[in-house]
């Protein structure tokens, strides 16, 4: 099922896949510059649905449109908070909240884990240090803030290779290093794997 779904910076699209026997939802969106069929996003859908989750792929307003270039943060977050609730108040409705994403897509799901009443973050290759500015002398700052923010369970999985980093683990934390680097599609198995385990345990 596809939704065009309205939010205050435009219109965002949903791809739904009920599971058969639903018992949570997982809404993901998709990295800056990449869509909702980047080879992790499709991994993770594939073990969430055999977990029992609906899952609901979503594409931002500035994807939709069809610009690359990503928009401001507070204008991710905002459109992010209107599809999740309409999510719930259609196709996932009744069920426990599991949000999450890959790269830019799992830093929008960190910083909207309260708004969204989400019971749990799936973040896929999140992209912990920018890369430095041209021109720039001073480090880049660190995003950990917004992981160590997150209230809720946590699952980070990342390639040991990163270019972004590799974030630490926490309280609510658990940090997964699986083969491979940002873009996460060199071992899907174990990908597949640490998502099915962790949606068992997040949602009893």
Not at 8 to 17: D, E, I, K, L
Not at 24 to 47: E, F, I, S, W
Not at 180 to 189: F, M, R, V
Request: proline fraction near 9%.
């Amino acid at each position: 099922m596809t939704l065009d779904l309205d939010t205050p910076h435009g219109r965002a699209r949903a791809h739904v896949t009920a599971a058969e026997r639903p018992r949570l939802a997982l809404v993901l969106g998709h990295g800056a510059g990449g869509g909702v069929q980047a080879p992790d996003l499709v991994a993770a859908c594939d073990a969430a649905l055999a977990a029992g989750a609906s899952v609901a792929l979503v594409e931002q307003p500035y994807r939709v449109a069809g610009r690359r270039s990503a928009a401001p943060a507070k204008q991710l977050d905002a459109a992010w908070i209107a599809v999740v609730e309409q999510l719930l108040d259609g196709p996932l409705t009744c069920l426990p909240l599991v949000t999450g994403g890959r790269s830019a897509g799992a830093r929008v799901a960190c910083r909207t884990a309260g708004a969204t009443g989400a019971a749990g973050v799936l973040c896929l290759a999140f992209p912990l240090v920018p890369p430095q500015r041209r021109g720039s002398s001073a480090p880049p700052p660190s995003r950990q803030p917004e992981l160590d923010a997150v209230a809720v369970p946590t699952l980070v999985i990342q390639g040991e290779n990163d270019r972004f980093g590799m974030p630490g683990p926490g309280p609510r934390r658990t940090v997964v290093r699986v083969r491979g680097d940002h873009c996460l599609a060199s071992d899907a198995e174990a990908l597949r794997a640490a998502v099915t385990d962790w949606l068992r345990t997040v949602v009893s």
